[in-house]
């Protein structure tokens, strides 16, 4: 406490010193810090790896060459397995560094063999050699299935390259064992439970504080109040869950290492339930790749949501992805019930996709530090479902800030710069964001003087009485009623990071890694980018992997793409006899079909196809043809969807004939049987 005070008296006098707009509340949570009274913010100080003590570093330091275990870069075959096998070994000496050395490394190159690799030993580190042009690229070929066509609400929830998780908590956590329970209230912000007994509690152990009681969300929805439009409360679906590890016990008191953020009261029948998380799993100087080469838009089917998706983390702990970038993924880092996970110096580019970096299940104290979008993802930082202290400082995002309903909790935007406070889910699934929604000098980019009302329910938005302080750059209005504080508009204010004053506070010091790591930022940001496919660049050529396959199989996953893009299959298609297997890139035959399937939408619904038929001179013409339009097409000789198929057509030698007429659109798209990657057609 003595420590806290002074740290809080000098604070207050640099502060004050520096800048005349000092933030009035955190002035106020200065005070309350040094009178030891309930502050009127969260502290989100304990965020991240090692609680933001240090940055993330590898607990060992034996090291797998993946090049050992027949994963070899440059050479056109497929790196999974080998990677894979490295991992194990790891996994298998307790621990290691699974290296990559610099090249590129192909995985899931057949459609009927895309696979994942699995981490669920602690201590495991994947380490490239640099995620920028002529360093470390993981490359994933063809697109993940996007999940059961028919779950057309579950199109972003699909297969990762890695899947970093704990098996044991692949348990629902409603159905897990009650260890401990809570016998007496505990304010938000308090260390500490009482519990009937802590028999079976011990330092260092990781457990769930965990209550399922509708009761709980009454107050934190006031001033308003729960409608039975919200299922998953007034259906008792919603859980409130909070990470924690145990400092100490005394007697049947349990100190933990971190905050409560929640109001614990024993009436809603808190308890403790075991937490056996994977731990110290890193990614580092990686750049992961994918296909994404389509015009991408939101939630048309799982192709677009979440077919080159890289990184997921569910029952983590003291785990990281830092100095990575992801070039034409969907989506890229995914953590699910876990705690502190850092994402730091993350870089998005090429084609738009789905979503970057995001805190999606239930985490506690998630951080995501200096990431940066240059494509313009759909959902920039993101957080969603129960998610409770999760942080982002100083990212860049073209998209949204994005609360992602499902009732996240105390949430911190520090120092963004990015487009709208943004937020998406059903009704369903209100509050988008329960109360301590805190959003710290944020940069509006949006010009379109965007008016905020964070209370209108059946519209996104609906959070609890957000905080919004130093809201600056392009203008906008705001209902003031639906905020709970509404401060310097137009002006940022001092401290500049809520996070960096909120860790000096706790720690009596900047920690020297965030200087560190601003440097290694800025530094990371001006290397070129690694050679890629950009579709608003008429100079970007895509990375061409021939292969043999059949038209029936690569059609069979196109049409039931048709089901999730439009709701009912559209398409159907037919293969002639004699038409032959051929070798040429497929992902590119692919968002050719693709974008030719989605012009035809947007004039017909019934009675599409795609036939197949091969022709004497050593070519396979695919006749994609729309049944009865209903609506004329016009000219299409400018259509944005024809326009990008010839692009694709034309780096596998196609050809795209438009032979519509006032009746149907019908396209007659040839290639060659034989297409190399060297460019040259052979028969």
Same mark, same amino acid.
């Given at each position: =406490? ?73 050479? =056109?075959? +497929? ?31 057949? =459609? ?103 009761? #709980? ?56 339930? +075991? ?35 890289? #990184?997921? =983390? ?350 149907? #659109?019908?396209? +007659? ?15």
């Amino acid at each position: =406490m003595r420590l806290i005070a002074a740290t809080v008296t000098l604070l207050m006098s640099l502060i004050t010193f520096a800048d005349e707009n000092t933030s009035a509340v955190w002035s106020q949570y200065l005070s309350q810090k040094q009178s030891g009274q309930p502050t009127c913010l969260p502290d989100f100080s304990y965020a991240g790896y090692r609680q933001g003590s240090r940055l993330p570093e590898a607990a060992v330091s034996k090291v797998f060459n993946v090049t050992d275990f027949g994963a070899y870069p440059d050479d =056109m075959l +497929d790196d999974m397995e080998g990677i894979a096998k490295a991992v194990k070994a790891a996994e298998h000496n307790g621990g290691g560094i699974v290296f990559l050395p610099r090249g590129r490394y192909l995985v899931n190159t057949d =459609m009927n063999k895309r696979g994942t690799i699995k981490i669920t030993s602690d201590n495991i580190v994947i380490r490239g050699e640099g995620n920028s042009k002529g360093g470390t690229i993981i490359h994933a070929i063809h697109p993940y299935g996007g999940g059961d066509p028919h779950r057309l609400g579950r199109l972003h929830l699909g297969e990762n390259v890695f899947l970093v998780h704990s098996q044991v908590e692949e348990r629902s956590v409603n159905s897990r064992e009650t260890i401990a329970s809570v016998v007496t209230d505990s304010a938000s912000g308090s260390f500490s439970v009482s519990v009937d007994s802590s028999d079976r509690l011990k330092p260092g152990q990781n457990v769930l504080l965990y209550a399922l009681n509708k009761d #709980i969300f009454k107050s934190m929805v006031e001033p308003y109040s729960i409608d039975l439009k919200w299922t998953t409360i007034t259906g008792n679906k919603a859980p409130a869950i909070e990470i924690h590890r145990i400092a100490k016990i005394s007697g049947n008191t349990v100190y933990f290492a971190e905050p409560i953020l929640y109001n614990v009261k024993a009436v809603h029948g808190w308890t403790l339930k +075991d937490f056996k998380p994977v731990s110290g799993v890193g990614f580092e100087n990686i750049c992961f790749m994918g296909n994404a080469y389509h015009d991408y838009y939101h939630h048309r089917s799982g192709y677009d949501d979440s077919g080159w998706a890289f #990184i997921k =983390m569910k029952g983590v702990t003291e785990s990281w992805v830092r100095n990575c970038s992801f070039i034409n993924c969907s989506q890229t880092t995914y953590v699910a019930l876990s705690s502190y996970v850092s994402m730091l110096n993350i870089f998005i580019d090429g084609n738009k996709g789905h979503h970057i970096p995001r805190s999606v299940f239930f985490n506690y104290g998630v951080f995501g530090g200096l990431m940066l979008d240059r494509a313009g993802y759909d959902h920039g930082p993101s957080v969603s479902w129960g998610c409770v202290g999760t942080v982002f400082w100083r990212c860049a995002s073209k998209g949204s800030l994005d609360s992602h309903a499902g009732r996240p909790f105390a949430s911190l935007y520090d120092n963004l710069r990015g487009g709208r406070i943004n937020s998406s889910g059903g009704t369903r699934d209100y509050p988008q964001h329960l109360r301590n929604l805190i959003v710290w000098n944020f940069y509006n980019t949006d010009k379109t003087n965007f008016h905020y009302d964070f209370w209108v329910e059946g519209k996104n938005n609906c959070f609890v009485k957000p905080v919004l302080v130093g809201f600056h750059g392009e203008p906008a209005t705001f209902n003031k009623d639906s905020l709970e504080v509404f401060e310097s508009y137009g002006k940022p204010v001092q401290p500049e990071s809520l996070y960096e004053a909120q860790l000096a506070l706790r720690l009596g010091r900047t920690p020297a890694w965030i200087e560190q790591l601003r440097k290694e930022h800025k530094k990371l940001a001006a290397l070129p980018v690694a050679d890629h496919f950009d579709r608003s660049n008429p100079d970007s050529k895509p990375f061409i992997y021939p292969e043999k396959f059949k038209a029936e199989d690569m059609l069979k996953y196109l049409c039931s793409l048709s089901l999730q893009m439009f709701r009912s299959v559209q398409f159907e298609y037919k293969v002639d006899d004699g038409v032959p297997a051929m070798i040429t890139d497929q992902g590119l035959l692919r968002n050719t079909l693709y974008s030719l399937m989605n012009c035809i939408y947007k004039h017909g619904k019934k009675g599409n196809t795609i036939r197949v038929w091969a022709s004497d001179d050593g070519r396979v013409h695919f006749i994609v043809s729309s049944g009865k339009l209903r609506r004329p097409s016009g000219d299409l000789s400018n259509n944005s969807y024809v326009s990008t198929a010839r692009l694709y057509a034309s780096f596998i030698g196609g050809e795209l004939k438009d032979k519509s007429n006032s009746d149907a #659109i019908v396209f +007659d798209f040839s290639i060659p049987v034989v297409y190399n990657n060297l460019g040259h057609q052979e028969k």
